[in-house]
C-alpha cells in the first residue's frame, strides 16, 4: 500500500542549529513533492516544491532534497529560530495533472531559545 | 490579494445534524480542495471542484459532498453528523500552476457532540 512516513515525534533542537526533518514515501512515483508549514489552528503554509528530476532546492535558509532512489525528501532549515516552531508537512504528487498532493502527517519542530 | 476565506470558524453540531460549510478562494483561482484533518489521520482529501465540476473525490462516505458555484466559491455539506467528523476542514485553492502550489484557509473546526 501507499505511505508517506515522517516522523511523529517532535524534533527539539536549540536555536542557531539546523534542523533536518525526513519524509519517507513507498509505492509511490511523485512527479513533484512539496513541503508546507503548519502552525497550530491554522491552515498549511506552501514553502517549496522539488521535481522528481531535481535533486536540491533552496530558499533563503529552507534546503529540500529529493532522492528518488532511496525514496526520500529532507528537509533542512539552517540557523533555526523560536519562530520555526511548527508543525512541518510533506506532500506528493503523482501528477499526471490531478494536482491533489497526498499529505504526510508532519513532523512537530520546536526550536529553543 | 486577499487569501482563502473560509467561514464558519468554529462550529458546534450534535450528531445526527447536517453542516455547510463555505470557502471563497483566492481570486482567479478556479480550483478549490477541500481537506479533513484530523490527529489520527492527518490531511485526508474529500474532494477537488474546477470550474463548477467536481474533477476528483477521495475516499470518503456520500454523507461528504460538495459544490462550486459560478464565481468559484464552494461549499461543502456534511450530512447526519457522526462524532467521527470532529475535525478541522480545510479549504486550498490553487490556478493549478506550475509549482501545484495549494493556498488553503483558516479552516473551519466543526466539533460533533
Known amino acids: 500500500s501507499q505511505k508517506i512516513e515522517q516522523n511523529s515525534e517532535a524534533l527539539n533542537i536549540q536555536e542557531g542549529k539546523t534542523a533536518t526533518l525526513t519524509c519517507n514515501y513507498t509505492n509511490y512515483s511523485p512527479a513533484y513533492l512539496q513541503w508546507y508549514r503548519q502552525d497550530p489552528g491554522r491552515g498549511p503554509v506552501f514553502l517549496l516544491l522539488?521535481?522528481?528530476?531535481?535533486k536540491e532546492k533552496r530558499k533563503e535558509r529552507l534546503k529540500v532534497t529529493f532522492d528518488t532512489t532511496l525514496k526520500q525528501s529532507l528537509f533542512h532549515i539552517t540557523a533555526s529560530q523560536p519562530a520555526d516552531s511548527a508543525t512541518y508537512l510533506c506532500a506528493l504528487d503523482e501528477s499526471g495533472g490531478s494536482y491533489i498532493p497526498t499529505f504526510g502527517r508532519g513532523t512537530s519542530l520546536i526550536v529553543h531559545p | 490579494k486577499a487569501g482563502v476565506t473560509q467561514t464558519p470558524r468554529y462550529l458546534i453540531k450534535t450528531r445526527g445534524q447536517q453542516v455547510t460549510l463555505s470557502c471563497s478562494p483566492i481570486?482567479?483561482?478556479?480550483?478549490v480542495s477541500w481537506y479533513q484533518q484530523t490527529p489520527g489521520q492527518g490531511l485526508q482529501f474529500l474532494f477537488e471542484?474546477?470550474?463548477?465540476?467536481?474533477?476528483n473525490k477521495g475516499n470518503f462516505p456520500g454523507r461528504f459532498s460538495g459544490r462550486q458555484f459560478s464565481n468559484s466559491r464552494s461549499e461543502m455539506n456534511v450530512s447526519t453528523l457522526e462524532l467521527g467528523d470532529s475535525a478541522l476542514y480545510l479549504c486550498a485553492s490553487s490556478d493549478r500552476g506550475d509549482t501545484g502550489e495549494l493556498f488553503f484557509g483558516e479552516g473551519s473546526r466543526l466539533t460533533v457532540l
Open positions: 481570486s482567479g483561482h478556479r480550483s
Open positions: 471542484y474546477f470550474s463548477e465540476t467536481q474533477r
Open positions: 522539488i521535481r522528481e528530476n531535481e
